[in-house]
């Protein structure tokens, strides 16, 4: 993977590189000899990513400690972004799930999800944009997920989010692609991650998942970076999240696999 080149490089930033996906593109990234901005809320576990990163690799790792969900931490962010002007590959892959019936769930939870997912990746895009349009290369890097092709209804915000990130993400593409920026809308399946065993997640009343669906977050990270070298915006990594992405366009198919699911311990 280290083998992989990526068509640009300089500074990146990564939102949610305390755990998971995001630990994971900043291991990945730093072995490409990156220099990182990581920003999460846990400063403790950020702090010792980044000694182990510079430490191995001989890479400069900052970090910013920031709420997304916060007006605060998302200008911390955006003018960190603004100010340098020479990131070339911004990574918004900070979320959370909280699954359950939307009248169920904390509304305070709900806007905080619309936060993180949806205000803060268009500030921060914003934020980074025109210092890539400049200089003509950069890439932005959207985590969506395969939930963004499907209804399901114990988790109608997560989707919705998730599908505006695609959504965003395809618009912008068409813009940025003569300018010489790249956007990707990664959709990944279940992944092992942090992910399930957040607070936030916690509250979830929805259905067990079946475990031949996970897959290792080395292997979604590992096909986003090798995606970024050419200009597909839409990345879908292994076959059954691509299989699970096109069967959530079928009703029919839905339905079944959620009877399905329901069965599994
Ligand atoms: N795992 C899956 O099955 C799966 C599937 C499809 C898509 N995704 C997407 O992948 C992305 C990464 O999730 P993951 O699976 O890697 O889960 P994870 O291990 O729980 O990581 C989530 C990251 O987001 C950060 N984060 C959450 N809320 C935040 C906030 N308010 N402000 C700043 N940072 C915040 C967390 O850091 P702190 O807690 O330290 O703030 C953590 O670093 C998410 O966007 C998720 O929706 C995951």
Known sequence: MSEIKLPFS????ITGASSGLGEEFARRLAALGFPLILVARRENLLRSLADE????????????????????????VETVLR??????????NA????????????MTLQRNMIR???????RLIRAALPSMVERKTGAILNVASV??????????????????NVSFSRSLA????????????????????GFHDTPEYATSDGVPIPRFLWGPA???????????????????????NKVMARLARMPFATAVVRRFTRKVA
């Not at 993180?116 to 268009?122: K, N, S, T």
């Open 10 to 13: 300089g500074p990146a930033l």
């Open 53 to 76: 990163l510079t430490a191995r690799h001989g890479v400069k790792v900052e970090v910013i400690p920031a709420d997304l969900a916060s007006e605060e931490g998302i200008v911390k």
């Open 83 to 92: 100010e340098r002007g020479d990131i070339v590959l911004l990574v918004n």
């Open 95 to 106: 979320g959370f799930g909280a699954g359950g019936s939307f009248y169920r769930i904390d």
């Open 116 to 122: 993180v997912h949806v205000e803060a990746v268009a």
């Open 147 to 164: 939930a963004a092709f499907s209804t399901p209804p114990k988790s109608a915000m997560y989707s919705a989010t998730k599908l505006w």
């Open 174 to 193: 068409q813009g940025l692609r003569p300018k010489g920026v790249r956007v990707q809308a990664l959709c990944p399946g279940f992944t092992v991650t």
């Open 218 to 240: 080395d292997k979604v990270v590992a096909a986003s970076l090798k995606a970024l070298r050419g200009h597909k915006v839409i990345v879908i990594p292994g076959w059954k």
